[in-house]
């Protein structure tokens, strides 16, 4: 028992430091995502409702495309451990259409912050004979454009 206790306590340091030095994702910044699509996240508040900027790289009409606002939540429950879940959605200032986006933020075994989600985008459609194409959906992935460090 004598033996054991230092080892116990450099255990147990150790698996502390470890969780004092795990490096959380944090959704605020400027992202980019593999279409080349930017997005900057502004402010986020206690609850965890975030707003900012979104610039498509790419659009599903012939309009000039145009900066949009997004809106979003982050999940604040008490597993979240620094990967949080979240959603948001971004209202096209340039088109009829809206798209949800939901995902997680990681941090990857480099210590890199990549956000992985999943997107409906709907757009709208004359009529009601024509809301089964109205959905796109797809994955986009994001990593940080510039270090908020
Ligand atoms: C529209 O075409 O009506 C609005 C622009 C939609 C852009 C989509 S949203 C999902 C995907 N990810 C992006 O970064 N851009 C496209």
Redesign the pocket.
Known sequence: MVQATPFLLVLFLALGAHGLSQKKCSLTGTWV?D?G?NMTITTMNGNGDFNGF?H??????SNEIKLSPLQGSRQKGPNQKGQPTFGFT?N?S????I?VFTGQCFVDDYGKEVLKTM?L?R?RVENIKNDWKATRV?T?VFTRLQSQE
């Open positions: 995502n279409l699509s979104y498509t790289a790419v659009t599903a009409t971004v096209w340039f088109s009829d259409s798209t997107w985008l757009s797809g986009n």
